[in-house]
């Protein structure tokens, strides 16, 4: 990627002994193999490692202080890493930036956080809403390529990203013709109409409320196969072109989850009937199994004892609602698209909001492998370094997949990663006559 003439560049040698350019190549390294804290880095890892042969530099590149100071000066250059990246994945990979896909998530934090203004709670995405948090967008091509990202307040609503992302990235890349695809609850209707008034296309999913809205128009029409087991219906309304998906491998996996939930509910709610517990009981391990079923709790009629009854068998009882099992059911597998691509091929269109599905991978990728949360700084302005360098780790993990893709089809980057942890670099010991020691360094081979 040239990130290390990219670096050096903008983080230009001082005084010191090591230069910041090493400091910071020893973070994202650390971040994308073996996550951890500064500190752990400090006083584990990099001892732990091969990193002062590779980086030519002794245990002053992981001097406790240096790494939180490379963490202050690294964030001034995003805008400009953005811009070096879409050059250099044109060039290695001819990368596609037509398609861009926009979604966001959130990350938490451990502690109060007084010091960062934007942890505030909010949504939480992680099932923390105990925990204050940040708002991370992110747009990446359907390759997984990253174009840019922005770090928001943990309260910030879905609706209000879009709009300021947009025309970011037309001051940054030009006006072109882009293709956003988004979730549904992203976009605002305002926001949709102005983006048509200013010729950006997009590609958006929606509520299942709609699907209801315009069931009429719906039925008469007939089904198209796009795919083995997709089809769809079109319908075209104010300039805009809705599709109709069916899927039945996703209707399959919908019930298939629906049923198991359902199932786990109803075995609960037997053995609270074998049981018998007092009112209260009953209440807390019923609020306790709802919270569990989730959605599929509303399938189920449940008759409860009125205040100051006993439970028996008789005050207490439930049963599965079958007409809106049956009816959510002929439901599942079905989703709604509109776009203002009025003219494109609905296999295309359905193509491309599957892809989403790779944004997701990234924010699983961001999070699981490179270790993104829980977020230990205090200091906003680390916090924002933080999310940079593992951003930057996964900048290198999706290169490593694509060049994956050209060399070793059948490898994963975690699969590689994992091979090559079996190099050690040893010293070799050997006696001479005179009573003196050869010490020679050699690698293992994997």
Request: hydrophobic residues 40%; charged residues 30%.
């Amino acid at each position: 990627l040239g990130l290390t003439g990219f670096w050096q560049t903008r983080l230009p040698e001082g005084r010191e002994a090591v230069s910041w350019e090493k400091v910071l190549r020893l973070l994202v390294v650390n971040r994308l193999l073996e996550p951890g804290s500064e500190f752990r880095l400090h006083r584990h890892w990099f001892v732990e490692s091969a990193m002062d042969a590779l980086l030519e530099a002794d245990f002053t590149v992981a001097g406790k202080d240096r790494l939180y100071r490379c963490l202050d000066r690294i964030v001034a250059h995003k805008q400009d890493l953005f811009v070096w990246l879409k050059q250099k994945w044109a060039e290695l990979f001819q990368a596609d930036f037509e398609v861009l896909l926009y979604d966001l998530t959130s990350t938490y934090f451990e502690g109060e956080m007084e010091q960062c203004g934007k942890a505030k709670r909010g949504y939480s995405r992680d099932s923390r809403p105990d925990c204050v948090q940040v708002v991370i967008a992110l747009i990446v091509t359907p390759d997984g390529f990253p174009l840019a990202y922005e770090v928001m307040d943990g309260n910030t609503s879905e609706q209000k990203t879009l709009r300021p992302f947009l025309e970011r990235i037309e001051t940054t890349y030009g006006k072109a013709r882009r293709v956003w695809v988004m979730d549904r609850g992203i976009p605002t209707e305002a926001t949709l109409a102005e983006m048509r008034e200013r010729g950006v296309s997009y590609l958006v999913g929606t509520p299942k409320g709609r699907i209801h809205k315009h069931e009429k128009k719906w039925l008469d029409l007939p089904w198209q196969q796009v795919r083995d087991s997709v089809q769809v219906k079109l319908y075209e309304q104010d300039s805009e072109l809705y599709v109709l998906a069916r899927s039945d491998g996703r209707q399959a996996k919908e019930i298939a989850i629906r049923r198991k939930r359902l199932v786990r509910l109803l075995r609960k709610l037997r053995a609270m009937r074998r049981s018998l517990p007092s009112r209260d009981q009953l209440l807390l391990r019923v609020g306790a199994a709802k919270k569990e079923a989730g959605r599929s709790f509303g399938f189920v009629k449940l008759v409860l004892p009125p205040a100051g009854q006993p439970v028996t068998r008789v005050s207490f009882h439930f049963r599965v609602d079958q007409d809106k099992l049956r009816q959510a059911e002929q439901r599942d597998g079905h989703y709604l698209l509109r776009s203002n691509l009025t003219a494109e091929d609905p296999a295309v269109l359905w193509a491309r909001y599957i892809q989403l599905t790779n944004i997701e991978a990234a924010f699983r990728s961001l999070k699981s492998d490179l270790g993104l949360r829980p977020i230990y700084h205090r200091k906003e302005s680390r916090v924002e370094a933080h999310i940079f360098v593992a951003f930057l780790a996964y900048c290198l993990q999706v290169t490593l997949k694509n060049r994956l893709q050209i060399h070793a089809p059948g490898l994963t980057p975690a699969q590689v990663l994992h091979k090559l942890a079996s190099i050690q670099l040893i010293d070799l010991w050997i006696p001479t006559c005179d009573g003196r020691w050869l010490i020679l360094p050699r690698y293992t081979q994997p």
